[in-house]
């Protein structure tokens, strides 16, 4: 049943403890409820942003690289129906002051159809395709998978018919908790397959990625040099915004594209 537009409101309201709640996941009972209600099944993948792609490098047999925007594309040139967001909850909660509040999700699947129509409106592929244009070049980073959280704050159903493609922030984007969450749960949202963030020799410890860069805090300075936790989901914010170009996103599988595409076509059917 689509929830109405007071149940919306009130989300809103208590969006803001959302670090507060995750942290509960870490108590065992506790955990294994908030798992099962909220995160069950969730398959959640971070596109590392095109632009930080090298597609002039080889790799193996390949002369170039197919941008993580193509598993994007995918889905949406085979999905029957197609959802944009009149808004991002996370943005609009928090009151974001940085990025688009208007910049919504974008949800594909049968389960679109059951969405409330105040929160938003059915699109053709070509509006999909130049909604998630207009993320990207306001700095936005895809996020693509089975969110069971989405089918249950919208209240459509059934959760394998709705695939949630959201355009994070590093400010008030829900997914920032990812490290606060129960190991079992946070290790849901993770990389492409292949993806490797690494920072080089260049690094001079100026700390440019440490200001509100990273959203799950992965990115540190040890003897005055940056350092990146295994907590780095591979977005690649921190290589775009690196004054010294000491960062670098490499990719060591030639199948990521593929691999992506495969795992999120076995959890969920847009057709």
Not at 191 to 202: A, L, R
């Amino acid at each position: 049943m689509a929830r109405p537009l007071w149940f919306v409101k009130l989300l809103k309201k208590t969006f803001p403890n959302v670090k507060f709640i995750a942290k509960l996941t870490n108590f065992p009972i506790l955990g294994t409820i908030f798992d099962h209600l909220l995160f069950k099944g969730d398959d959640i993948i971070y596109l590392p942003q095109d632009n930080v792609i090298d597609v002039n490098k080889p790799i193996g047999e390949y002369q170039e690289y197919v941008l993580p925007s193509q598993v994007l594309e995918y889905f949406i040139n085979k999905a029957n129906h197609h959802w944009i967001m009149n808004f991002c909850i996370c943005r609009s909660s928090m009151n974001c002051k940085d990025y688009p509040k208007d910049l919504g999700c974008l949800f594909l699947g049968d389960a679109v159809l059951d969405i409330n129509p105040q929160l938003g409106r059915l699109a053709t592929k070509k509006e999909a395709l130049e909604h998630l244009k207009k993320c990207r070049d306001a700095g936005l980073v895809h996020m693509i998978g089975r969110n069971r959280l989405d089918a249950q704050w919208l209240g459509v159903s059934p959760g394998e018919k709705l695939l949630s493609i959201c355009n994070c922030d590093p400010c008030c984007c829900l997914w920032r908790v990812s490290s606060i969450l129960a190991p079992k749960i946070g290790s849901k949202i993770k990389k492409m397959p292949g993806v490797i963030v690494k920072v080089t020799d260049k690094c001079i410890g100026c700390g440019t990625c440490l200001k509100d860069i990273c959203f799950v805090n992965a990115i540190s300075l040890k003897d005055k040099h940056a350092f990146i936790s295994d907590q780095c989901r591979g977005c690649g914010r921190c290589v775009s915004i690196c004054p010294q170009n000491a960062i670098e996103l490499t990719i060591d599988d030639t199948q990521y594209i593929k691999k992506s595409i495969q795992e999120i076509d076995k959890i969920i059917d847009v057709t």
